[in-house]
């Protein structure tokens, strides 16, 4: 069921988007409630940031954790 596309509707930084993708409502609306904490706190550790500039940070950072795990998870295999 979870492979299943479907639609959801989020609010981000106080903009609506419709999204379609796999995943549950509950998958959905965790993702839209970190997303949104994680802007809000880059905005508040740097008031002046855009939303624009604070979404490309969050995304680099998301990115770069991505990376970091990936490469801890073939260390890992490898050792095994």
Known sequence: MADEKRRYKATIAG?????????????????????????????????????????????FNALSDGIRDRAQTDHAQIQD
């Open 15 to 59: 903009k609506s988007y419709t999204l379609i993708g796999p995943g549950t409502s509950e998958q959905f609306d965790a993702v839209t409630t970190l997303l949104n904490d994680e802007l809000a706190q880059i905005k508040r550790l740097q008031p002046s940031i855009s939303t624009e500039d604070a979404a490309i940070l969050l995304a």
